[in-house]
């Protein structure tokens, strides 16, 4: 039989050891007590799934996961694979972003839409772990060697009203799976902005533009540093070129995008 306290240190007095697992014993007692009165629910659309934290098979198929080939600007699917050298698409050569790289874990679909309104507008908070592993997987190649991950912030008054960054909260999430620190203070919205969702590419950016900054006291952490932006969904990219602009201003050496959906349809999209 496994020891239950075979994962506390071995100095622990043996009633802090038991304490220890009495408390996991009631932790799991408890959790398989709520799944029988709440069974779990898929994270999207809420019917019954075998464990808390996943998606039904029905949701699950809808997700497109973006893999190689695509763009490696922007992180868009391509229709084949560049050989010997990154890809670059028409669009990246036409109108190069600020920032370096975007990743993204899927495109912005019905099922991706429902879970990051869910953590973006339902404070559902218990989403944001699954959706940063599969942002984890997606963003491998720029998480590899990034000094800090940064969140997209929220002017105080919209953080106020919404009492959270749904960004910072994938930013963790993130954190906990590659090691890379969150660094919150690197990156500030210095002026509220309306809303972006329904305004077109050029309204987009001049609505963004000069918004964000990196406070003097935290450019000396910043100068030198390998970034990567972390957001929810990626659209025009109007809000993300000016947060990597504030960057490289400060003086990081390279600002790269992670994000887990990607809208490619154009600048049409229900969020921002």
């Known amino acids: 039989m496994d020891n239950p306290y075979a994962d506390e240190a071995p100095t622990a007095p043996f009633a802090s050891r038991l304490r220890g697992g009495a408390g996991r014993a009631v932790r799991a007692l408890s959790r398989r007590a709520l799944d029988f009165v709440l069974p779990p629910g898929c994270m999207a659309c809420r019917s019954a799934v075998d464990q808390p934290g996943c998606l039904c098979a029905s949701c699950w198929s809808q997700l497109v996961f973006i893999s190689r080939p695509f763009c490696d600007r922007l992180g868009t699917p391509l229709a084949y694979e560049a050989e010997g050298a990154p890809a670059i698409s028409p669009a990246a050569l036409a109108d190069p972003p600020a920032y370096g790289r975007a990743r993204a874990a899927v495109l912005f679909g019905d099922v991706a839409r429902d879970l990051i309104h869910a953590l973006k507008y339902s404070d559902r908070l218990e989403v944001a772990q699954p959706m940063a592993r599969m942002m984890a997987r997606g963003g491998a190649d720029i998480l590899a060697d990034a000094h800090a991950l940064v969140p997209v912030p929220l002017h105080a008054v919209r953080l106020w009203r919404r009492r959270f960054n749904q960004s910072a909260a994938l930013a963790r999430c993130i954190a906990?799976?590659?090691?890379?620190?969150?660094?919150?203070?690197?990156?500030?919205?210095?002026?509220?902005?309306?809303?972006?969702?329904?305004?077109?590419?050029?309204?987009?950016?001049?609505?963004v533009a000069g918004a964000f900054a990196v406070p003097e006291m935290m450019r000396g952490e910043a100068r030198g540093r390998r970034v990567?932006?972390?957001?929810?969904?990626?659209?025009?990219?109007?809000?993300?070129?000016?947060?990597?602009?504030?960057?490289?201003r400060a003086g990081a050496a390279q600002v790269d995008v992670l994000v887990f959906a990607r809208v490619v349809d154009g600048p049409g999209s229900p969020i921002s």
């Open 176 to 207: 906990t799976e590659t090691g890379t620190p969150v660094q919150t203070g690197w990156l500030v919205r210095q002026r509220a902005t309306i809303p972006q969702v329904g305004l077109d590419r050029q309204t987009r950016a001049s609505n």
């Open 228 to 248: 990567v932006l972390i957001d929810d969904v990626l659209t025009t990219g109007a809000t993300i070129d000016a947060c990597a602009k504030a960057l490289l």
